[in-house]
């Protein structure tokens, strides 16, 4: 719904969403501009993967921003973020250089792993992004682990452990569970599980996959606190994150948070993704999508006007086409780092070069 | 200073030893605290070290080495037991997909320090579920580090050295020999990866090994020189990844003659790469083709009559020496 002309930007309106926290008008702005800058940055993604610059597998995040934007938005100086391999946006939203993510992608020896991983291995330690990883459910029991030592070392510092639906059907996500749900009696486990229920596992929804689909729920097996939350709504994430990691924070005890959202890019950049779902489901989820919602409440409620949105399309738009420049012109990563980072240490055993 | 001890003993002083050093230390497992360790390696730990220290675990063999992988990763330095190697095959994907590949895909931005420790072999009749010998199949990863010590002193030298590696340890322990005894060395006795062991010395034939298989091979050495008048040099190579190509190449070039011995199957085994080295780099030297001596290829059976026959016997072994030396068999 186009909205008229408001008063320009930062009119000091306040918007609320679905949840209770008045979010300041300036502050949705920003969440706006990293929402944007995160779909541009997936979108140049999937023109270079089709150009053939970009290798391997490509999962884009393309309609799930709210989650992530919203949860991370909670981040404190400390805390740990992993996921699975739908990674970019979480490197992105802690501060990692978009230039060194695509130069990442781009196979390149300026990227954040120096070439090595790709697409799905995104880190940037220092600024507690513990990794993109491959496996489905592969880094939960890994995050479970991270909250665990956040704990010993007496930090006050949570892990934000994101997970897709299609994890929850596999060993790792119930025996990682049953242990945090196990520490987390005593305080030691302050991990803050988000489902990013997205509806399909690749090409399976979850209907298909399991027959109790609420997702959240299965948490009560593992004695884990739980609730669901509008991914694509923005503010109800906000919301959500805010209230969530200071409870973790505080107890020491996991919880989890099952946030509806929908992939409307394909699984992967290979994907035929008309024939798992109809052409009307993602037409009616495209009505839902985050970034649209909250254009339409910034221009309803006059935090910005169309002229703002634009400028900061146009400024997602320069930042990443920067990225891609400067990936494109990057240095394939040197012959020699074949075999370094195999071994940690000084006595590195590379085996026969 | 050296005592004598068992097995059992110093792999507990070791591990004791460390966690004193480090408080980043920790046990975890299934029934390590309360019960004691299904082997009682760790018995009695939890009542001085408290269970945040000596940690039991539910039976959830790839959830807690994950989640050690991630404790690994954040400064602390787990030391896992897996109540016996064959249930690691549960923990693969965490061990093979995550510990062993993590520092490569993370750009060097994280390391791993942890040590996954526990029985690994046959000979006391568990039949095939539970009777593997994992060496070659560990040993495959780069990544990962692979020790398999004989000796009690070598147990918690190598434990010591384990615990203080950056890097994933899979510590591979002759579960068969927990109650033997040895001299072991007081305080800090690390011993460093990737140095085979001169277990005994001769002249005449090589038989490598490790594991319990290094005791066999030194009952046949005494074998081969009461009987056949042999000199044997015995190697225990004590780590297979690094691997001590060094040592099996100077014996050889001084006996000759090599039979590698192994209690895992032949195919793809670590005797097959003993031989391999041996004729990079030591062909010339070679007065005969080397030997491999190896499992049966079956699952490992429960009859005692049945499970000494899937193994490398002390005979097998010694005609194979006889057979490098081109002596008659026995």
Redesign the interface.
């Known amino acids: 719904m186009p909205a008229e002309n408001g008063n320009g930007e930062n009119g000091g309106a306040e918007a609320r969403g679905e949840g209770s926290v008045a979010t300041s008008a300036d502050r949705l702005v920003d969440l706006y501009r990293e929402m944007v800058t995160i779909r541009r940055f997936e979108e140049a993604c999937q023109r270079g993967f089709r150009q053939g610059k970009i290798g391997g597998y490509l999962h884009v995040y393309t309609g799930q921003e709210a989650v992530a934007v919203g949860f991370l938005d909670s981040f404190k100086e400390g805390d740990r973020v992993i996921t699975a391999y739908r990674d970019h946006p979480h490197a992105l939203l802690l501060g990692s250089d978009p230039k060194n993510v695509m130069a990442e992608l781009y196979g390149r020896g300026s990227g954040i792993v120096k070439g090595k991983g790709g697409s799905m291995h995104l880190f940037d330690v220092e600024r507690g992004m513990m990794g993109g990883y491959g496996i489905v459910g592969g880094h939960i029991p890994i995050g479970v682990g991270i909250a665990y030592a956040l704990k010993y070392h007496e930090t006050e510092n949570i892990c934000q452990l994101f997970l897709g639906d299609g994890a929850m059907s596999q060993g790792a996500f119930h025996e990682a569970a049953n242990l945090a749900g196990l520490w987390g009696k005593d305080g030691q486990c302050p991990c803050l599980f988000i489902v990013e229920n997205n509806q399909y596992g690749m090409g399976t929804s979850v209907e298909r996959t399991t027959a109790m689909t609420d997702l959240a729920a299965k948490f009560d097996a593992y004695g884990i606190e739980h609730e669901k939350v509008d991914g694509m709504d923005i503010e109800a994430v906000l919301e959500a994150a805010e209230r969530l990691t200071e409870q973790v924070r505080e107890t020491g005890k996991p919880y989890a948070v099952e946030a509806l959202t929908y992939r409307t890019a394909p699984h992967g950049a290979a994907d035929f993704f008309e024939k798992y779902r109809s052409k009307e489901e993602i037409e009616e989820w495209r009505q839902r999508d985050p970034i649209g919602i909250l254009e339409n409440k910034l221009l309803d409620s006059d935090a910005a006007d169309e002229e703002k949105l634009e400028e900061i399309k146009g400024e997602a738009k320069e930042l990443i086409d920067e990225a891609v420049k400067f990936a494109d012109e990057s240095e394939q990563p040197p012959i020699e780092e074949l075999y370094t980072d195999v071994y940690s240490g000084e006595d590195e055993y590379t085996g026969e070069a | 200073m050296a005592e004598t001890k068992t097995y059992r003993e110093a792999l507990r002083e070791a591990m004791v030893q460390e966690m004193e050093r480090d408080e980043n230390v ?1 046990l975890m497992g299934e029934d390590i605290g309360v019960y004691g360790g299904t082997h009682l390696i760790t018995d009695g730990l939890i009542d001085d070290w408290g269970p ?1 220290r000596v940690m039991d ?2 039976i ?1 063999e ?15 330095r787990p030391i896992v037991e897996m109540m016996t190697w064959n249930f690691s095959f549960l923990a693969a ?2 061990i093979i ?2 510990a062993a590949k ?11 320090p942890l040590v996954i420790r526990g029985p690994n072999g046959g000979g006391v009749q568990l039949s095939a579920q539970h009777t593997h010998s994992l060496e070659n199949f560990y040993g495959h990863f ?2 990962l ?1 692979v020790v398999a010590p004989v000796t009690p002193n070598d147990v918690k030298g190598m434990m010591i050295t384990a615990v203080r ?3 994933p340890v899979i510590f591979l322990e002759a579960g068969a020999l927990y109650g033997t005894k040895g001299e072991v060395e007081d305080g800090d006795n690390a011993v460093p ?2 140095k085979a062991r001169i277990a005994c010395e001769g002249d005449d034939v090589t038989l490598i090994a490790y594991g319990r298989q290094v005791n066999l091979c030194l009952r046949v050495a005494d074998t081969l020189e009461e009987e056949d008048g042999v000199s044997a040099e015995v190697i225990d190579l004590r780590s297979i ?2 691997f001590d190509e060094d040592a099996i190449v100077a014996s050889v070039e001084k006996t000759h003659r090599a039979v590698a011995v192994q209690e895992q199957w032949r195919w793809f085994g670590v005797a097959s790469e003993v031989a391999a080295i041996i004729q990079d780099r030591a062909f010339d030297y070679l007065d005969a083709p080397v030997e491999r001596v190896s499992g049966a290829e079956v699952p490992a059976p429960y009859a005692r009559n049945l499970e000494l026959a899937a193994f490398p016997s002390d005979k097998q072994v010694a005609n194979a020496a006889r057979r490098v030396l081109y002596m008659e068999e026995k």
Do not use: C, E, W
């Open positions: 920790i945040k675990t539910p959830s790839n959830g807690f080495t994950g989640a050690a992988v991630g404790m690994a990763m954040m400064g602390m994907d965490q997909q995550h993590l520092r490569y895909f993370s750009g060097g931005q994280v390391q791993i780069p990544g580090k590696d950056p890097n990866f990737g990844r690094p």
